[in-house]
């Protein structure tokens, strides 16, 4: 198997497709340790759920999906390597934290994901 890491993805894929497969490609596009990070799991977990060889958690794979529901929007509008760059840098709309570590800490998805989307 391998991950696409320039192809749009819509809203109701992110619910229905594998999270073996959104593992993958996170860890393919972030890199297994910020990708880990962000969901709250070792680098081991996600590889173990990428290569499936361990399913996760509810809670694991709901903060899966969430991580990978913001990066592959931002990939698919500028890049993998911006995922990456807005993840990890402090934002000033999620007062100097960078969104990774918010994700981490179990901050509510919809936070991020406003500060992810651009302004109308």
Not at 33 to 47: D, M, S, V, Y
Not at 84 to 107: C, I, S
Request: net charge negative; proline share 8%.
């Amino acid at each position: 198997m391998f991950a696409e890491t320039n192809r749009p993805i819509a809203g109701r894929e992110i619910v229905v497709q594998r999270i073996d497969r959104q593992a993958e490609w996170l860890e393919v596009t972030l890199g297994a340790r910020l990708a880990a990070f962000a969901a709250g799991l070792t680098t081991r977990e996600l590889t173990q759920i990428a290569h499936r060889e361990a399913a996760p958690e509810p809670k694991a794979e709901e903060r899966l999906r969430n991580v990978f529901a913001v990066a592959s929007f931002l990939a698919a509008t500028d890049g993998g390597a911006s995922a990456y760059a807005w993840l990890t840098e402090p934002n000033p709309e999620l007062d100097g934290q960078t969104p990774a570590a918010l994700l981490h800490d179990g901050q509510a998805p919809e936070r991020v994901w406003l500060a992810a989307a651009p302004p109308f």
